[in-house]
Structures are given as structure tokens and as C-alpha cells.
């Protein structure tokens, strides 16, 4: 008799107690006394986030979340009392999937759908691999295709900067005979993920939060935003952080001996499946993807000289969510052969729906925990921020450092941010110390999440995508966190001096 028809009408146990213990978590916490001053409302929030944690890592990653937007939606009206919404998980649905970065990255993946279609995807890899530097090695082409993921990260908001990558990634694990599970690939997801979120907090260009939390620096101070000083420190930061992952990826996987499938690559078989010349359809989805990838920066690089500039207060105002929609009405509507360039039906059918449905519990969960109404971030001002009180300059910002990387790791990078510099750049000033390297090393710091999917959006889809799994980001997620202690903790303070003056 086949396993199949042995396990047939048989309850899975070890399914359903783990769905339990996730469920109990969620309802328990609510019920628990809050220590002041988190609110029953933010201990009911802890516990939908643990919980929900638990269910997405060891049950599954659909259903916790359409579990979570019930039980955020018991407490949502007391947590944003100013809510127009009657009904709780109305509420909850709009912090979810009516939250603008779950509908950003559904939006580009419908992009990404356009450029496969039309083969710029697989034309792209097929030029990559096939390079004479990619050529050299299995652990070259290896370390050319994860650079990639951090390069154009410096550029690009992270969310796009990593689907663009995985899309082709996608391709060359097609392309070369990977399944999905196998080791290789997996690692390679998880790399592209954690380059996506180094390339992001190396540069400000197209990056919205280090620019937020800048912001907040110079309001408090009145000093302005030294953007050649985080670069100068930023960018060297986050290149140490990368070489040590991939150094460690090196170390885990010894790509030039393990990986049959790289082994003995027939390169003339590679080059006879190089796409032929650029079709009309495919030069005008190439041509609008470029005019919106030059709408994403070329406002944020004028920015950086003339925040004032007129054309940069009008594309501001429009956001990069407005160019991304309208791209995609652009290709919808204009047809080739009488058939549009992105069919929106089949567009929607062929996504794939675990990043926009993960994603979606993300912003409502780890966003709400924010909110000053759930008493969390006055929780972590009066007993976070105060420890650093009475250190040397060097050993504090060490030390926020260090908590920065820490918090982020397990909440939201967004308020994390916005607390330790509202909090710590006036504690400086209060001690006569010159707040810049704080700041900056908050704004580096707190980007480098790495864990787990409410961390950071690039873990989330990580950890959804179809050749990965929860167990290997959480692993390697678990070094980088502790490589990005060291390194914040050791020259941020240094280098904010040499570069800040």
C-alpha cells in the first residue's frame, strides 16, 4: 500500500498542535498584564506578532495572516483611535493589503511579468552567465550574480532592486536544471535578499528611509543632512558586511566542488538559447521599464544638490508608487499585433500571491507597533535608550548601534528608526556630544534586518520565495546579524568623524 493511501483521512497532529500553539499565543497575550507603558492594546499586538511569527515560520505562510487581520481587528480602533473605519478588521484590511508598499510590490511583479514575457528577463541572464568573468568559475558566477543584487540596490528602492535580481535568478535556476529545495538555489535567494538590504543602506539615492531619518536629524539640530559623510561611511560599512556573507557563503557551500550543476557548463549549448534581436514588443516594454527606473532616481539625485528644485517638489508629490502604476497602464493599453503588451488577466493569474499575502501581515503587524497608542515606543525610550547614559561617544553610539541592529532584527525597521534618533539626538545634545555619528549609525543600523519576514520587506520575500525556505533565511539571517554588530559597533563612530568632519 502506497504512503499516500496510508496517510489517507488521517489528521496531521503535529500540524495541527503547532497551529494551536501559534493560535494560543496570539489569544493569550491579550490577556496578559501590561508592564508600563505598553498598553493592553500593544501587549494584544505583541501577541498577534509573536504568534503570527511562530505560525509563518513552523505552519505556513498563507492563512496566520487572514488569522492576524481578525485578531488586530478586536483592538485596531484603540490603536489608531483617528480611524474612520466601523469596524476593526476594515481597519486591519487597510493597514494590510491597502498598506502602499504590499501594493508597490504587487505592482512590480506585474513589471517583472511584462519582461519575462516579452524575454528582456531571460535575455539579461543569458548575457550575465555567460560573461568571461562568470565563465572563470562556479564560485564567479556565483559571486558576480549576488553582486549584481547589491549594485543595482544602490540605486533602487530595495523591494524592486531584489525581485528584478530573483527574476532572473529564477531564470538561470530554470535555465541550469535546479529544483526547487536544493541547496544551492536557496543560498542564492537568501544572498540576493541580504544584497538587496546592504546595497539599500549604503547610498541615500532612491531611499527613502535614511533620508527620513536624516531628516529628523537635521530638524532636531538644524544642521543639514551630510549626504557625502553617510555615503563615505555607509557605503564602506555595508561593503564589509557583504564580503563577510559572502565569505561565509563561500565557507557553507564549497560551490566549486558540491554543485554538480555548475560543473562542466556546456557554454555552447548556453549561448545557441540566447534570445534572437529585440522584437517591437519587447523594445517598448524595455523602453518604459528604463523611463521608470530613471523616474525613480533622477528626482532622488536631484534632491541630493537642490532639495528646492521645482521638477523635484512635483515628482515628489506624485511618489514612485504613481510612476509604477502608470507604467503599467501604459503597457495595458498599448498593443503590438493587436495584443497588449501586458495582459493585466493573465498577469494576475500567473503572480505569484505568498509574497503580496505575507508582505500584507507584515505592514499591518510590525507597522502598528509603532503607534504611539500601544505604549511600545515609550517603552523603548524609557527603558532602551536611557542605558547609553553616562558612556563615552564611542561606546554609545557602539551600543545604539548594536540595540538598532538588534531591534530591527525582530520589529519594524521604520519605528525603530524614527526612535532611537528622536530620542538619542537630543540625549546628545542634552550631553554636549556632537549627535551626527548617533544619527548615522542609527540610519545604518536600523536597516540591517535580516531575520525574520516583519524585520524587513526583502526577508519577507525571501522567505516566500518558491526556492527558499523560512529555516535557511532565519540561519544565515542569525550571522549577518551578528557580523552587522560588529561591524556598525567597530567604525560607524570612526568613520562619521573622517567623513563628518
Known amino acids: 500500500m502506497s504512503t499516500l493511501a496510508q496517510n489517507k483521512g488521517k489528521i496531521d497532529a503535529a500540524y495541527l498542535i503547532k497551529s494551536l500553539i501559534g493560535i494560543a499565543i496570539m489569544i493569550v497575550f491579550r490577556f496578559l498584564p501590561a508592564p508600563e507603558p505598553i498598553t493592553q492594546a500593544g501587549m494584544a499586538l505583541l501577541g498577534e506578532f509573536i504568534g503570527t511569527i511562530f505560525l509563518w515560520t513552523f505552519v505556513d505562510m ?8 481578525v485578531m488586530f481587528g478586536l ?7 483617528n480611524s474612520w473605519q466601523q469596524a476593526g478588521v476594515h481597519e486591519a484590511g487597510m493597514q494590510a493589503f491597502g498598506n502602499w508598499i504590499v501594493v508597490f510590490v504587487m505592482a512590480c511583479l506585474l513589471i517583472c511579468f511584462a519582461l519575462e514575457k516579452v524575454g528582456t528577463i531571460r535575455r539579461i541572464c543569458m548575457w550575465f552567465i555567460t560573461t568571461k568573468v562568470a565563465r572563470k568559475s562556479p564560485w564567479m558566477f556565483t559571486f558576480m550574480l549576488i553582486l549584481s543584487s547589491l549594485v543595482i540596490a544602490l540605486f533602487l528602492d530595495v523591494a524592486p532592486a531584489e525581485l528584478f535580481v530573483l527574476g532572473i535568478a529564477h531564470e538561470m535556476f ?30 541615500p539615492i532612491c531611499h527613502t528611509l535614511p533620508i527620513l531619518w536624516m531628516s529628523i536629524y ?19 560599512v555595508g561593503a564589509i558586511i557583504w564580503l563577510a556573507m559572502m565569505a ?3 565557507k557553507v557551500i564549497k560551490v566549486d566542488k558540491d554543485v554538480p550543476q555548475l560543473q562542466n557548463i556546456d557554454w555552447a549549448q548556453i549561448e545557441a538559447m540566447k534570445p534572437g534581436p529585440m522584437g517591437k514588443r519587447e523594445k517598448i516594454v524595455v523602453t518604459v521599464s528604463i523611463l521608470l527606473i530613471l523616474c525613480w532616481v533622477v528626482p532622488s539625485m536631484i534632491s541630493l544638490v537642490d532639495p528646492d528644485n521645482p521638477f523635484y517638489l512635483a515628482m515628489a508629490r506624485l511618489a514612485d508608487s504613481s510612476f509604477l502604476f502608470l507604467a503599467i497602464v501604459l503597457l495595458a493599453i498599448v498593443k503590438v499585433d493587436g495584443e497588449p503588451l501586458l495582459d493585466l488577466k493573465e498577469g494576475f493569474a500567473k503572480i505569484d500571491w505568498l509574497p503580496v499575502v505575507l508582505l500584507a501581515g ?24 536611557p542605558l547609553v547614559s553616562g558612556m563615552s561617544p564611542y561606546a554609545m553610539v557602539a551600543l545604539i548601534c548594536v540595540l538598532s541592529v ?7 525597521n521604520v519605528p525603530v528608526g524614527i526612535i532611537f534618533v528622536s530620542a538619542g539626538v537630543p540625549m546628545c545634545l542634552e550631553l554636549g556630544m556632537d549627535p551626527f555619528p548617533l544619527a548615522l549609525g542609527v540610519c545604518v543600523a536600523a536597516n540591517l534586518a535580516f531575520t525574520i519576514p516583519p524585520a524587513y520587506v526583502p526577508v519577507g520575500i525571501a522567505y516566500a520565495d518558491p526556492y527558499c525556505n523560512g529555516k535557511t533565511v532565519f540561519k544565515n539571517g542569525l550571522y549577518m546579524t551578528v557580523v552587522s554588530m560588529i561591524v556598525c559597533a567597530v567604525l560607524v563612530y570612526p568613520l562619521a568623524h573622517v567623513f563628518g568632519g
Do not use: C
Open 218 to 236: 537635521s530638524s532636531i539640530t538644524g544642521a543639514p543632512s551630510n549626504i557625502v559623510a553617510y555615503v563615505g561611511a555607509a557605503f564602506p
Open 174 to 203: 530554470q535555465i541550469l536544471g535546479f529544483k526547487k529545495g536544493d541547496r544551492w538555489p536557496r543560498y542564492v535567494v537568501v544572498m540576493i535578499a541580504f544584497s538587496a538590504v546592504i546595497g539599500f543602506t549604503m547610498t
Open 406 to 412: 538588534i531591534l530591527t532584527n525582530i520589529a519594524n
Open 362 to 385: 507584515i505592514m499591518m503587524v510590525a507597522g502598528a507597533m509603532g503607534e504611539a497608542s500601544t505604549g511600545i515606543p515609550a517603552w523603548i525610550s524609557a527603558y532602551v535608550v
Open 62 to 69: 498563507m492563512w496566520p495572516t487572514f488569522l492576524a487581520m
Open 75 to 81: 483592538d485596531a480602533q484603540v490603536i489608531y483611535p
Open 248 to 250: 561565509w557563503m563561500k
